[in-house]
């Protein structure tokens, strides 16, 4: 079975400043890794995805992720935050083959933008 | 191209009565999932359906809970019997399929979700 985990429930960051919330998985078998953002009141929106190929990938909103196997992270990060960017990010996990498409979630970071 | 519609977006029911939340799937899309999402957590996968078929149910609560996706009309999560640990946020998501092989992707694409209530 997959497991995410996000130590940071709550994270406060200043307006332009960087920020980098933290995403840490468990899986015995090969994964794709998601960034959800939710607004609130709102679903889920996907901000990236990592399915193979390069380990740096780039979203919407600025944000990209950094997929690395040895330490079995897929922290998210983005050079300058907006008061926008102010929602609730979720990581998720995939096994990486056919039959398998729940997706397992983190509990979620609560990003606040301080202006 | 509309997004997942979900209805009723909040939902007020007494402990004991049924709870019906309703999902209609992107168009295209033939695959729709459920997930729960408790106070304060991350959302947790219950149902995976295509049209008239459920494909994976490890979610899924073994008592109350059932959830259908028929061939015409919206897919359907029915509660029997609510109780206040019911009260929740449900997301439903749909996808469409992408094809098999030996990597492949079917992105989830998320509804706003129903707020259900239990007094």
């Known amino acids: 079975a997959q497991s995410v985990t996000q130590l940071d429930s709550q994270v406060p960051v200043f307006e332009e400043a960087p920020v980098e919330l933290r995403c840490n998985y468990s899986?015995?078998?090969?994964?794709?890794l998601f960034w959800y953002v939710q607004y609130p009141n709102q679903g889920l929106q996907l901000l990236l995805k990592?399915?193979?190929?390069?380990?740096l990938v780039k979203g919407i909103n600025g944000f990209e992720a950094e997929f690395n196997k040895s330490q079995t992270s897929f922290h998210l990060r983005k050079p300058s935050v907006h008061i926008s960017d102010t929602a609730e990010y979720f990581c998720a996990v995939k096994r990486g083959d056919f039959g398998n498409e729940k997706l397992t979630f983190g509990t979620g970071t609560r990003l606040t933008i301080i202006p | 191209n509309a997004g997942v519609m979900q209805n009723p977006r909040h939902l007020v029911r007494r402990r004991g009565q049924e709870a019906r939340l309703r999902c209609s799937p992107m168009?295209?899309?033939?695959?729709v999932y459920w997930y729960r999402q408790l106070p304060e957590e991350g959302l947790k996968f219950m149902v995976y359906?295509?049209?008239?078929?459920?494909?994976?149910e490890s979610g899924m609560p073994k008592e109350r809970f059932s959830a259908e996706f028929p061939k015409e009309g919206p897919s359907i999560l029915r509660i029997q019997q609510v109780v206040r640990g019911d009260s929740a946020a449900y997301f439903c998501a749909s996808s469409p399929l992408v094809g098999q092989g030996t990597r492949y992707y079917n992105e989830q694409f998320f509804g706003p979700g129903t707020r259900l209530t239990v007094l």
């Open positions: 899986s015995s078998v090969s994964v794709y």
């Open positions: 990592y399915l193979s190929g390069s380990t």
């Open positions: 168009k295209g899309h033939s695959h």
């Open positions: 359906l295509q049209k008239e078929n459920i494909i994976d």
